[in-house]
C-alpha cells in the first residue's frame, strides 16, 4: 500500500511541477509574441505590463525580468510621454534590470540593456545628465562587450547612442557606421537558445543603411 | 480506499481549473478620469491585464477563492483590492490615485538653491557652474550669479544678504573648509580653492538652513563630492595662464584620481594692461588626490587630499604716504578630507568624516615680517533614521580643534579653541502636500567658555502641482572671526535671527524663485580702531567687544527658461537689499562697502551647433557701494557709481588626435565699464586712491583634451 501511495504523490507533484514548467514557457511563449508583433508604445506597454505579472510570479527567473524592463525601456522611447514619466519609466526599466542583473549577475545581455536604459535617461535631460551618464552608459556596454565579445547588441546600442550624439560630442553617422558594421556581422553569426534574447537585427540594418 | 481519495482529489483539483471567473472593470482617477496602460495583476498568478484607452480592462482566471489583484502605472500610486472568486463575473470600478514624483514632491526650499547634476530641482548643473561666462570655472564666482549674493569686488569670500565674507562657511561633504580661498591681497579677490570639477552637487543656502551646520551667520555653502569615476582616463589643460594634468584610474570598486594644476600669471600680465603694479605675478603649485571605494551597493568611502603653493608679490598703493607698500606673500595650504557613508538597512544610514586643513601665510609689507598660520582639524558622526515613506529623524555630534597664530616681525599670538557641537533634527511629512523641519543644535566653546543653543525650524506647503510656499526660521551662531579671537579673551558668539519666505514655481523647463527675508544681526564684534582697518594686514585693534548690531532685509528673485530657446538657456536674478550694521569700528549703523542695494544678473547659454561651441554671456549690474570718506561727517554715506559687467565664454568642442577636446576662449568686461571698487583714503582725508578692478578687462584661453574616456569618442 505505502510504494503505491508514494508512487501516487510523486505522480502528482511531477505533474504538477511539469505543468507550471508548461506554463511558464507558454507564458514566455505568448510574451515574445507580444514583443514580436509591437510597434507603438501601447502596444510594449501591454507586453511590459505582460511581462511584469509574469516576472512577480516566477522570482527566480532573469527572462520575464529582463523583457519587463526591455519593454518599459521601448514604451519610453516610443512614446510621447512628458519627460517626468518618461524619467519613471526609465527607472522602472532599470529596476528590472537590476533584478534580472541580481538573478544572473555578470551577464552580457542585462548590461547592454542597462547600458541602453542609461542612454536614453541620459537624453530626457541631456544638458545635465551627458557629463556622467555617457560614460556610465559606456562603461556598462564596454563591460557587456567584454563578458561576451560575440554579443551583437553591445556594438549595436553602441553604434545606436553614436548615430544620436551631436558630431560635436564625437557622434554622428560616419562614427556609427565602424560599430553597426561591427554588429551586424556578428548578427549573421549569432545563436539563440531558447527565450534568450536576440533582438536588433533589422534595427541595425535600418540604422546601417541611414548611415550611407 | 485511500487510493480512490488522491484520485478523487485530483479530478477535482481538474475540475475546479475549468471554472473560470472573468473580471471585468475601469481604472480611473478620483477626478473621473480614466487611465490607460494601467497593469492589473491578480498577485501570484500570470493572470492579468492592461487598461486600453479608455481604461477599461477584462480578463479570466481559473483561480478561485480569495486574491489580490494589484493595479500599478507608471506615476501613480500603486494599489489593491482583495477579490472573491468563484465562477460568478466580477465588474469592478478602481481608483488610481496620482504619485508624488521628486520634482513635484514638497521639499523644504527656503533659503535653499540646489545645484548639481542628479536632482530635477536642481538650478545649476555642475557643467552651468564651470562654464558660466565671467566665473573662469570659479564656483564662488558662479554663485555669483545667484540671487541673495553681493559681486565680491576686492575682497576675497561670497557676500550674502548684508553679511561680511566671514559669515558664509563653505563644507566639503558636510565637513567645514575653513579657508576655501587663497591669501588676501591687498584689495585684491583671490580665486576659491576647489575646482568645480570635484563636486556632483552643490547646495547654496542664503538663509534657514539645516541645524547639521553651524558657526556660520549668513550662508551655508555645501559642496558634495562627486562618487566613483566611471573610467580610467587621462586629462590635459593648457591655459594662457598655465597647465594641468590629472589622471584617473578606475578599479573593479574604486578610483583614484591624481592631478595638478601650475598656473604662472606673469605671461597674461605682461601681454594685457593690469590695474596693478605686480612685482611678480602670482604662481599657483597644487596637487590633490581623490580616493573613492565602493565596498557595497550603499555604502561609499571618499578621500581628497590638497595641496596648494602660492606665491605672489605686488606693489600697493598707500595713500597715507603717497608712495607704495611693497606686499609679498607666501601661502602654502593642505586639506585633507575624509568621509564614510553607509545605509545600513532601509532605515538607518551613518555618516562620519574627519578633516584636517593648515595654511601657512607668510610674507612682507616693506620691511616687516608677517605670518599668518591657522588649522583645524574636524570630527563628524550622523546618525539618520527614515520613518515612513519620507519622514526621518537626524542626530549628530561634531568636534572642532580650531587654532590661530598671528605673528609681526619678533611678536606673535595665538589662541586654540576646542568647540564640540551637537545637532537633531525631524523632517516631518503631515501628508503629501506638508512637510516640517524641526530641530536644534548646541555648542560650546572653549576659547568663548560658553554655550549656545539654536533653534531651526522651517515649513513647506504645497500650493499646486509645481508651486510651493515655503518659510524659515532659526538662530544662527558663529565665533568671532579669528582675527578678533587672537587679540581677546573676552568675546563672545555673534548671532543672526532669520525669517525666510519663498515661493517656488518649478517645472521641467522653467524655475521662478521669489524669496523675502529679514536677517537680524546681534552681538557682533566691535573694536577701537582708527580709520578703514585693511582686511589685508596685520591690525591691532583695542577694546574688542560683542556691541555691535544690525538688519538686513529685502527680495531675492530667480527665473530660468530652459525651454522657450532652442539649444538656449537663460536665468535671471535680482536681488533687493535693505541692511545696516553696527560692527568693527562703525560709529553708529550704517550700510557695509560690501552691500549692494541692487544686484542683477543675466547669464544666457546658448549651442550653436554650425560651430559646434557653446556661448555662454553674462551681464552683471551692482548699484554704488558705500565707501569711507574721512571728509564726510557722515559715516559711510558716500557711494560710488554702479557696477557693470558683461562677459562671454565659448567653448568650441572638437577632436585632436581622436581626442575629445574643449577649445576655451572667454573675455569678460568687454565693453570695458570704468568700474570703481571704493576709495583708499589717507588718514587726514586730503589724498583718496580709487580701488579699480586688477585689470580693465580678462581674457583666458584654453584647451582642454581628455584621453581614453570615451565619453564622447568610441
Given at each position: 500500500m505505502k510504494p503505491l501511495k508514494l508512487c501516487i504523490a510523486l505522480l502528482i507533484i511531477t505533474f504538477s511541477v511539469k505543468a507550471q514548467s508548461d506554463k511558464y514557457i507558454t507564458a514566455m511563449q505568448k510574451g515574445m509574441a507580444l514583443i514580436d508583433s509591437a510597434s507603438t508604445p501601447e502596444q510594449f506597454t501591454t507586453a511590459a505590463n505582460f511581462f511584469e505579472r509574469v516576472a512577480a510570479a516566477e522570482p527566480k527567473q532573469w527572462l520575464p525580468q529582463y523583457y519587463a524592463g526591455f519593454c518599459n525601456l521601448h514604451v519610453a522611447i516610443l512614446g510621447k510621454q512628458s519627460n517626468d514619466t518618461k524619467d519613471a519609466l526609465y527607472d522602472k526599466a532599470m529596476s528590472y534590470a537590476e533584478k534580472a542583473d541580481a538573478l544572473k549577475p555578470a551577464n552580457s545581455e542585462i548590461l547592454v540593456l542597462e547600458g541602453y536604459i542609461t542612454f536614453m535617461k541620459m537624453s530626457v535631460f541631456s544638458q545635465q545628465r551627458a557629463m556622467t551618464m555617457i560614460p556610465k552608459a559606456n562603461a556598462l556596454l564596454d563591460k557587456a562587450s567584454a563578458i561576451d565579445p560575440e554579443n551583437p547588441r553591445a556594438y549595436l546600442v553602441k553604434g545606436q547612442d553614436t548615430f544620436y550624439t551631436p558630431e560635436a560630442f564625437g557622434g554622428g553617422k560616419a562614427n556609427a557606421k565602424g560599430l553597426l558594421a561591427t554588429a551586424a556581422d556578428k548578427y549573421k553569426n549569432q545563436k539563440v537558445a531558447g527565450f534568450e534574447p536576440a533582438w536588433g537585427a533589422h534595427r541595425c540594418q535600418v540604422l546601417l543603411q541611414q548611415c550611407n | 480506499m485511500k487510493r480512490y481519495i488522491y484520485l478523487i482529489l485530483f479530478i477535482l483539483t481538474s475540475i475546479s481549473a475549468f471554472a473560470q471567473t472573468r473580471i471585468t472593470g475601469t481604472v480611473k482617477t478620483s477626478t473621473g478620469k480614466t487611465i490607460p496602460g494601467v497593469n492589473i495583476t491578480l498577485v501570484n498568478t500570470y493572470d492579468g491585464a492592461s487598461t486600453d484607452t479608455t481604461g477599461k480592462f477584462s480578463f479570466s482566471t481559473t483561480e478561485t477563492g480569495s486574491h489580490l489583484l494589484h493595479y500599478a502605472t507608471v506615476g501613480f500610486k500603486p494599489d489593491s483590492v482583495t477579490v472573491n472568486l468563484d465562477g460568478k463575473p466580477l465588474t469592478l470600478t478602481l481608483t488610481i490615485k496620482e504619485a508624488i514624483s521628486e520634482l513635484n514632491a514638497v521639499t523644504i526650499t527656503a533659503g535653499t538653491i540646489e545645484t548639481g547634476d542628479a536632482k530635477k530641482g536642481s538650478v545649476l548643473s555642475s557643467i552651468d557652474i564651470a562654464t558660466t561666462a565671467g566665473a573662469v570655472a570659479d564656483i564662488v564666482a558662479a554663485l555669483?550669479?545667484?540671487?541673495?549674493t553681493s559681486q565680491a569686488f576686492s575682497e576675497n569670500g561670497l557676500f550674502v544678504r548684508g553679511g561680511s565674507a566671514a559669515e558664509t562657511r563653505t563644507y566639503f561633504d558636510g565637513m567645514l573648509v575653513k579657508n576655501p580661498f587663497g591669501s588676501q591681497l591687498p584689495d585684491l579677490s583671490s580665486r576659491s580653492r576647489?575646482?568645480?570639477?570635484?563636486?556632483k552637487g552643490t547646495t547654496f543656502s542664503s538663509g534657514g538652513y539645516s541645524a547639521q551646520y553651524g558657526q556660520a551667520l549668513s550662508s551655508a555653502l555645501l559642496l558634495e563630492s562627486k562618487d566613483l569615476a566611471e573610467k580610467t582616463s587621462t586629462e590635459f589643460s593648457i591655459l594662457t595662464v598655465g597647465f594641468g594634468a590629472a589622471h584617473t584610474e578606475r578599479f573593479e570598486n574604486s578610483s583614484l584620481t591624481i592631478g595638478g594644476v601650475y598656473y604662472n600669471l606673469h605671461p597674461d600680465y605682461s601681454v594685457f594692461k593690469q590695474n596693478v603694479n605686480w612685482d611678480k605675478a602670482p604662481i599657483e603649485k597644487t596637487g590633490n588626490i581623490q580616493y573613492k571605494w565602493k565596498p557595497s551597493k550603499t555604502s561609499i568611502l571618499k578621500v581628497f587630499s590638497q595641496y596648494s603653493n602660492n606665491d605672489v608679490s605686488l606693489f600697493a598703493d598707500n595713500p597715507d604716504t603717497a608712495a607704495t607698500i611693497h606686499v609679498i606673500d607666501h601661502n602654502k595650504s593642505s586639506y585633507t578630507n575624509v568621509t564614510y557613508q553607509d545605509y545600513l538597512n532601509a532605515d538607518w544610514r551613518i555618516q562620519a568624516g574627519a578633516s584636517y586643513s593648515n595654511t601657512r601665510e607668510s610674507g612682507k609689507l616693506d620691511s616687516n615680517a608677517f605670518r599668518k598660520n591657522d588649522n583645524l582639524l574636524q570630527g563628524r558622526f550622523t546618525l539618520t533614521r527614515y520613518v515612513g515613506q519620507r519622514s526621518l529623524i537626524r542626530a549628530g555630534a561634531e568636534a572642532y580643534k580650531n587654532g590661530a597664530l598671528e605673528g609681526w616681525n619678533n611678536q606673535s599670538r595665538s589662541f586654540n579653541d576646542n568647540l564640540q557641537a551637537a545637532f537633531t533634527e525631524a523632517e516631518i511629512f503631515f501628508c503629501d502636500d506638508v512637510v516640517a523641519r524641526i530641530g536644534g543644535r548646541t555648542e560650546h566653546s572653549s576659547y568663548l567658555a560658553d554655550w549656545n543653543l539654536a533653534p531651526r525650524t522651517s515649513l513647506a506647503v504645497k500650493t499646486g502641482t509645481h508651486s510651493q510656499v515655503s518659510m524659515a526660521y532659526g538662530i544662527f551662531y558663529q565665533n568671532p572671526d579669528d582675527t578678533y579671537l587672537l587679540q581677546s579673551h573676552q568675546l563672545g558668539y555673534e548671532r543672526a535671527t532669520h525669517y525666510l519666505l519663498n515661493y517656488q514655481y518649478l517645472t521641467n523647463g522653467l524655475t521662478f524663485r521669489a524669496e523675502v527675508f529679514y536677517k537680524k544681526y546681534a552681538d557682533l564684534t566691535k573694536y577701537d580702531y582708527d580709520g578703514f582697518p585693511k582686511t589685508y594686514a596685520v591690525n591691532n585693534f583695542s577694546n574688542l567687544f560683542n556691541g555691535g548690531d544690525g538688519y538686513a532685509k529685502g527680495i531675492d528673485i530667480f527665473w530660468r527658461d530652459k525651454q522657450s530657446i532652442p539649444g538656449g538657456d537663460y536665468y535671471i536674478s535680482y536681488s533687493y537689499l535693505d541692511t545696516k550694521r553696527d560692527f568693527r569700528n562703525y560709529p553708529i549703523q550704517a550700510t557695509p562697502p560690501f552691500a549692494a542695494k541692487h544686484t542683477l544678473n543675466v547669464v544666457y547659454k546658448q549651442y550653436i551647433p554650425a560651430i559646434k561651441s557653446e556661448l555662454s554671456t553674462a551681464y552683471a549690474f551692482s548699484s554704488g557701494r558705500t565707501y569711507y570718506n574721512?571728509?564726510?561727517?557722515?559715516?559711510?554715506?558716500d557711494k560710488t557709481k554702479a557696477y557693470n559687467n558683461l562677459s562671454m565664454n565659448l567653448s568650441y568642442l572638437t577632436r585632436l588626435f581622436k581626442q575629445f577636446a574643449v577649445v576655451y576662449a572667454s573675455v569678460n568686461n568687454i565693453p570695458g565699464f570704468n568700474n570703481i571698487y571704493g576709495y583708499n583714503y589717507s588718514p587726514d582725508g586730503s589724498n583718496r586712491q580709487p580701488v579699480y578692478p586688477a585689470a580693465k578687462r580678462n581674457y583666458l584661453f584654453g584647451l582642454l583634451v581628455t584621453i581614453g574616456d570615451n565619453t564622447f569618442n568610441h
Open positions: - | 555669483q550669479t545667484l540671487p541673495g576647489f575646482s568645480p570639477f570635484l563636486f574721512p571728509n564726510n561727517p557722515d559715516f559711510l554715506s
